[in-house]
């Protein structure tokens, strides 16, 4: 049973960057195609980003061109590069395979886009 652990959320002014890690259990990672998800108050969990065992990724249109999704397979960690951060940006994100596990969801980290 693959778990993911999430992690790097914090709070950052409109603008900022942070970075987030996905580490995950399990010698099959390499395999899987990996996403982050966001969940923001009162909404659905949605994906945001995607990254395919051989690096090929995909990005929602709200985040191209902000956001960069990279892994080190190495170290069966996904990350998630966020720049010009901005006030809806703001969720508790999470990192899954693509298609999700739903019992292998982990916390999610904060991260919180305000002045």
């Known amino acids: 049973q693959v778990q993911f652990v999430e992690s790097g959320g914090a709070l950052v002014q409109p603008g900022g960057s942070l970075r987030l890690s996905c580490a995950a259990s399990?010698?099959?990672?390499?395999?899987?195609?990996m996403g982050w998800y966001r969940q923001a108050p009162g909404k659905q969990r949605d994906m945001v980003a995607l990254?395919?065992?051989?690096?090929?990724?995909k990005y929602v249109d709200s985040v191209k061109g902000r956001f960069t999704i990279s892994r080190d397979n190495a170290k069966n960690t996904v990350y998630l590069q966020m720049d010009s951060l901005k006030p809806e940006d703001t969720a508790v994100y999470y990192c899954?395979?693509?298609?999700?596990?739903?019992?292998?969801w982990g916390q999610g980290t904060q991260v919180t886009v305000s002045s």
């Open positions: 899954n395979r693509v298609p999700k596990l739903e019992s292998s």
């Open positions: 399990g010698s099959i990672f390499t395999l899987y195609v």
């Open positions: 990254i395919t065992s051989g690096g090929n990724t």
